[in-house]
C-alpha cells in the first residue's frame, strides 16, 4: 500500500492504475478505523482492482464547538488496518491541500441536509456533500462506498452524486456492530465504561422498533416510543432525536406500508452517537436513497 498526501500524487497513481487495467474504488473515512470502515474496504476490493482509502477529518463538517480538534487519530494504526483490509493507496492530506488559501465554493443539498443530523448540526452537510464532490473530483473511482449507518449522509451523497454528475456508483455497505449491537463509531472512543454501557439502550430501542413492525405495528407514535423508551431507561443518554422518514428522500414518513427509516442521535458524555435500522420488507432495508431512480446497489 502507498500512502500520499496530495492531490497530484493521488491523480498520478490512480491514473496509472487504470491505464493498467484497474477499476478504481473510494473510502472515505476521517480515520481511527474500525471494522465498520474495514468492511467497506472489504466491498471495495470485492469490485475493483483499485482502492483508495482517505483519511481526513474534514473541517467544514464540524460546526463551531464540536469535536474537531479531539477527533480521535492515530495514523500508524489506521495504516497497518487499512493495509490489511486491501487497500492500496491511502490519501492522507493536511486540510491545506483540500482548502488551499482563497478557498470559495460551496456545495449545498438542499431539503437532504435540514432534518435529522441537520438539526442539530446546522452547516454539517454541507461540509460533507463538499468534500465528499472533491475527493470524487480528484479519485474519479469506478465505485465509491459509504457506510448505511450515517444513513441521511448515504442518502445525501447518492443525491449529491446523481445531481452532479460525479464519477462512479455509489454502494452503501450495512451498519458494523459491536456484540451487543452497539454500532462500531470512532466517536465510541469517547465512552467511559458506564456511558459505553448505557450506549447499547439505542440499538437497543430502535431493534424494538423493528420487532414491533415485524409483529405489524404500524403507529409512527408507538414505534418511536420503543425507542425512547430505551433510551429513557439509560440516565446517561440525553435524546437528540427519534424520527421516521422516507428512505428515498427524508421527507417525513407517509405511514402505511412504506418503508421506514428509523433514525435516532443521542448524547453520552462527550460524545454525540447516531444509529439507525430500516423498517421494511427486507431486513437489510431497501435501496437507500435510490427507490426513485439514484445511482447504484446497496
Ligand atoms: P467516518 O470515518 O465516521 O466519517 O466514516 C467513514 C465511512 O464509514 C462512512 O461512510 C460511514 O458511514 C462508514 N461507517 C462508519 N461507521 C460504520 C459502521 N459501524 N458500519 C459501517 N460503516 C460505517
Given at each position: 500500500?502507498?500512502?500520499?498526501?496530495?492531490v497530484g500524487?493521488?491523480?498520478?497513481?490512480v491514473d496509472?492504475?487504470r491505464?493498467?487495467?484497474d477499476?478504481?474504488?473510494?473510502?472515505?473515512?476521517?480515520?481511527?478505523?474500525h471494522d465498520?470502515?474495514?468492511?467497506?474496504?472489504?466491498l471495495?476490493?470485492?469490485?475493483?482492482?483499485?482502492?483508495?482509502?482517505?483519511?481526513?477529518?474534514?473541517?467544514?463538517?464540524?460546526?463551531?464547538?464540536?469535536?474537531?480538534?479531539?477527533?480521535?487519530?492515530n495514523?500508524?494504526?489506521?495504516?497497518?488496518?487499512?493495509?490489511?483490509a486491501?487497500a492500496?493507496?491511502?490519501?492522507?492530506?493536511p486540510?491545506?491541500?483540500?482548502?488551499p488559501d482563497?478557498f470559495?465554493?460551496k456545495v449545498?443539498?438542499?431539503?437532504?441536509?435540514?432534518p435529522l443530523?441537520?438539526?442539530?448540526?446546522?452547516?454539517?452537510?454541507?461540509g460533507v456533500?463538499?468534500?465528499v464532490?472533491?475527493?470524487?473530483?480528484?479519485?474519479?473511482?469506478?465505485?465509491?462506498?459509504?457506510?448505511?449507518?450515517?444513513?441521511?449522509?448515504?442518502i445525501l451523497?447518492?443525491?449529491?452524486?446523481?445531481?452532479?454528475?460525479l464519477?462512479?456508483?455509489?454502494?452503501?455497505?450495512?451498519?458494523?456492530?459491536e456484540s451487543?449491537?452497539l454500532?462500531?463509531?470512532?466517536?465510541n472512543?469517547?465512552?467511559?465504561p458506564?456511558?459505553?454501557?448505557?450506549?447499547?439502550?439505542?440499538?437497543?430501542?430502535?431493534?424494538?422498533?423493528k420487532?414491533?413492525?415485524?409483529?405489524?405495528e404500524?403507529d409512527?407514535?408507538?414505534?418511536?416510543?420503543?425507542?425512547l423508551?430505551?433510551?429513557e431507561?439509560?440516565?446517561?443518554?440525553e435524546?437528540?432525536?427519534v424520527d421516521?422518514?422516507?428512505?428515498?428522500d427524508?421527507?417525513?414518513?407517509?405511514?402505511?406500508e412504506?418503508?421506514?427509516?428509523?433514525a435516532?442521535?443521542?448524547?453520552?458524555g462527550?460524545a454525540?452517537?447516531?444509529?439507525?435500522?430500516?423498517?421494511g420488507?427486507?431486513?437489510a432495508g431497501p435501496?437507500?436513497?435510490?427507490?426513485?431512480?439514484?445511482?447504484?446497489?446497496?
Open positions: 500500500m502507498r500512502e500520499v498526501t496530495t500524487d493521488v491523480r498520478e497513481i496509472a492504475a491505464a493498467g487495467g477499476t478504481i474504488g473510494l473510502v472515505p473515512t476521517m480515520g481511527y478505523l465498520g470502515h474495514l468492511s467497506l474496504v472489504e471495495a476490493r470485492d469490485r475493483v482492482g483499485f482502492v483508495v482509502v482517505t483519511l481526513f477529518v474534514n473541517p467544514t463538517q464540524f460546526g463551531p464547538g464540536e469535536d474537531l480538534d479531539g477527533y480521535p487519530r495514523l500508524d494504526r489506521d495504516r497497518a488496518l487499512a493495509a490489511a486491501g492500496d493507496l491511502l490519501f492522507v492530506p486540510a491545506s491541500e483540500i482548502y482563497g470559495r465554493t449545498r443539498v438542499d431539503g437532504l441536509s435540514e443530523c441537520g438539526r442539530d448540526r446546522p452547516g454539517h452537510f454541507d456533500a463538499l468534500v464532490t472533491k475527493l470524487l473530483n480528484i479519485v474519479r473511482p469506478d465505485v465509491s462506498v459509504f457506510g448505511r449507518k450515517d444513513a441521511q449522509q448515504a451523497i447518492r443525491r449529491l452524486v446523481r445531481d452532479l454528475d464519477p462512479g456508483d455509489v454502494i452503501v455497505g450495512p451498519t458494523v456492530r451487543d449491537g454500532a462500531m463509531s470512532s466517536r472512543r469517547y465512552l467511559d458506564a456511558e459505553r454501557e448505557a450506549a447499547v439502550g439505542l440499538s437497543r430501542g430502535l431493534f424494538a422498533a420487532a414491533a413492525w415485524r409483529a405489524g404500524r409512527e407514535g408507538e414505534l418511536r416510543a420503543y425507542v423508551a430505551e433510551i431507561a439509560e440516565p446517561l443518554l435524546i437528540d432525536y421516521l422518514r422516507d428512505p428515498a427524508l421527507e417525513p414518513w407517509p405511514g402505511g412504506t418503508p421506514a427509516l428509523l435516532a442521535a443521542v448524547r453520552v462527550r454525540r452517537l447516531i444509529d439507525n435500522v430500516f423498517l420488507d427486507s431486513d435501496a437507500i436513497g435510490s427507490a426513485r431512480g439514484g445511482k447504484g446497489t446497496g
